[in-house]
């Protein structure tokens, strides 16, 4: 086991994780008719990626939210090519999608100083167009943040007044951050607290940095979009691994509601997940079990464990909706007491070893496929010489 030696959790807060923005590429300059001058091109607006940039910072620095770039310069008797506009550039976080007004994608930022060209400058004057210089492209952009932690703290549950004005229990994991972390998320008992990501690092003492999400609960049906639906999903996206938070009891949320075994609340996550994106079931993922503090968790959790190994021995008592196409293998399954503080330190501890473990795995692999590339671009380049040189013997051999 990894010894964890860190720091409480740091809380880094809310944020914005998307923006809509107004771009306009520069307008050309005047063509100069007489001496068949041309104006100049209009400038171009990208989108730069900057590592330590926020949406939070881009929208307080530019609460407009408009950028225009310079128009091209006129053509004139001591210059008949006209200088081009200056480029306006809209600095973004590493990790930031950019669609279009209609959703359509134009392109994304995912290392530092990617560029992605959102609003082109407008021609300049020219015989072409009598002389007369064209409009820079206008264009509605969106900027999507969807690369966002480490881990990500995922739990379902679902969304009524009702729910909210009877106070029933959730899975726990704003109780969870709360503990492992300075941070003060709104912590109550109904079934949606967590409203919109909250950011924070657990610090180690050999200075390593694991950046963490709690992201807002899934509710059954988000996959078409209900409730947070996709707002919540895009986040998934993007985490390395996940971190599922389940109440050892499940739950109910109202009268009207079916109970949620916590068995079934692993069920509906996974197929949840798996109906938004199959590709999100490969991605690594813990799963943490909440409220060992309750009366009679310990049998609970000893039922949970069973179901989890024996899926097969369960899933027929389950409706053919619930049951996602492949269940969900955790790397680790640990219960833990958000009020106790049972099993923290050895959550913290698995969350390290699995992110290591899976940042060997990945650092092998890109080695090996290194390895291979080289010895391709050897084989082919000893291979060229030989081919040249049967070609001149055949030529000898024919004279």
């Known amino acids: 086991m990894v010894h964890c030696g860190c720091a409480l959790f740091r809380k880094y807060g809310k944020f914005i994780d998307n923006l809509r923005l107004f771009t306009r590429g520069g307008s050309g300059g005047m063509g100069y008719p007489r001496l068949g001058g041309e104006g100049g091109k209009g400038g171009d607006v990208w989108v730069v990626a900057h590592k330590k940039m926020t949406l939070k910072q881009l929208k307080d620095k530019y609460p407009q939210k408009r950028f225009v770039a310079g128009e091209g310069a006129n053509s004139c ?15 973004a ?57 480490d881990v990500g703290l995922v739990g379902i549950t679902q969304w009524s007044i009702e729910g909210l004005s009877k106070r029933f229990p959730n899975a726990g994991k704003s109780s969870l951050l709360s503990k492992i972390s300075h941070a003060k998320p709104a912590v109550a008992d109904y079934a949606f607290t967590t409203l919109q990501p909250e950011l924070g690092k657990i610090m180690y003492k ?7 999400a709690d992201l807002p609960g899934l509710i059954e049906g988000a996959h078409v979009n209900k409730g947070m639906g996709h707002k919540f999903l895009k986040h998934v996206e993007r985490t390395k691994q996940l971190l599922f938070v389940v109440d050892v009891s499940g739950f109910q949320l109202s009268s009207r509601t079916p109970y949620r075994t916590a068995f079934e609340t692993v069920l509906l996550l996974t197929k949840e997940l798996e ?58 399954i640990i219960p833990i007491s958000a009020i106790t503080g ?27 496929k290194q390895l291979l590339n080289l010895q391709i671009s050897n084989t082919v380049s000893h291979s060229e010489p030989l081919s040249r040189n049967a070609v001149t013997s055949s030529k000898m051999d024919t004279i």
């Open 77 to 91: 008797v001591s210059a008949l090519k006209g200088s081009k506009g200056k480029d306006c550039e809209i600095p």
């Open 93 to 149: 976080p590493v990790g930031i999608s950019v669609t279009d007004e209609n959703g359509k994608i134009i392109g994304e930022l995912n290392k530092e100083q990617d560029r992605i060209l959102v609003a082109e400058g407008g021609l300049g004057g020219k015989f072409l167009t009598n002389f007369l210089p064209l409009k820079g492209q206008r264009r509605i952009i969106h900027l999507d943040l969807k690369l966002i932690a």
């Open 206 to 212: 050999d200075f390593k940095q694991i950046l963490v």
């Open 275 to 332: 109906l938004y994106d199959e590709e999100l079931q490969a991605k690594p993922a813990l799963l943490a079990v909440n409220k060992m503090d309750l009366p009679d968790a310990q049998n609970k959790f000893h039922e949970l464990m069973n179901q989890l190994q024996n899926p097969k021995d369960f899933l027929h008592l389950f409706q053919n909706k619930m049951i996602p196409e492949r269940t969900r293998e955790f790397e680790h």
């Open 342 to 368: 049972e099993g923290i330190d050895e959550l913290k501890n698995c969350i390290r070893k699995s992110l290591d473990e899976h940042a060997d795995q990945e650092n092998d692999a890109f080695h090996k």
